[in-house]
């Protein structure tokens, strides 16, 4: 499987509802980016949690970052119909002076009225 | 800042014509990538810049493909020959530098038929 995979690959909730969406890596990182996507748009830059952090807030939204496991989670409470779209992990490493980012599949997010 | 700026937002061209897409970062910030986003292949990082300096351009699929960066607020990535399964949005991000979240364009939705 490929770095930065999230799960699940596609969620519906109602609105009102927590959304939990997890994102699975295999190798070490600087940081770990949470983005959303609105269909026929570009990436829009949520979070960013650096390597050394195990959790961030901004808003509604909360990532988690769990070195040992290899693995983070974007949470967003309170769900509203406009948070429906597509979020993606994206891990971040350096190494030689070259800067790996790879972005997973995405979460398909889908918060009904 | 009016963001990154990508032209044209969609591209309809016949297969073996070169097709030309353009981007404008935001002002300031040092880093420049380009991806290509497909439904079977998700988001791929084609090639990156740094201070207009291309860094890492493992990703452009062939000798098909080149991006060039003339200077800080523009850079072009051209397809010569065109092909159908080049079909796929072309996204332009930006970046202040390492540790920093990626800002993106609008795309450039490229159809070869």
């Known amino acids: 499987s490929q770095q930065g995979e999230e799960d699940p690959q596609a969620l519906s909730i109602q609105e009102g509802e927590n959304a939990t969406m997890n994102c699975s890596y295999k190798t070490s990182i600087n940081n770990l980016q949470w983005y959303r996507q609105n269909s026929g748009r570009g990436l829009v830059h949520l979070i960013l949690i650096r390597s050394n952090e195990r959790e961030k807030h901004s808003g509604r939204l909360r990532v988690t970052l769990d070195t040992s496991k290899k693995s983070s989670s974007l949470l967003i409470t309170a769900s509203r119909a406009a948070d429906t779209a597509s979020y993606f992990c994206?891990?971040?490493?350096?190494?030689?002076?070259?800067?790996?980012?790879?972005f997973g599949i995405g979460t398909k997010l889908q918060v009904i009225p | 800042d009016a963001g990154v700026i990508q032209s044209p937002r969609h591209e309809v061209t016949e297969m073996g014509q070169e097709v030309t897409l353009r981007c404008k970062p935001i002002?300031?910030?040092?880093?420049l990538f380009w991806y290509r986003q497909t439904m079977m292949r998700g988001l791929e990082l084609l090639i990156y810049f740094n201070n207009n300096v291309p860094i890492d351009d493992s990703g452009m699929p062939e000798d098909r493909f080149s991006a060039k960066m003339p200077n800080a607020s523009f850079s072009t990535l051209k397809i010569q020959p065109s092909e159908p399964r080049d079909s796929a949005v072309y996204f332009c991000?930006?970046?202040?530098?390492?540790?920093?979240?990626?800002?993106f364009g609008s795309g450039t939705r490229l159809t070869v038929v």
């Open positions: 994206a891990t971040v490493s350096y190494s030689g002076g070259y800067q790996k980012v790879t």
């Open positions: 002002s300031g910030h040092d880093y």
């Open positions: 991000a930006s970046s202040l530098g390492t540790g920093h979240g990626y800002t």
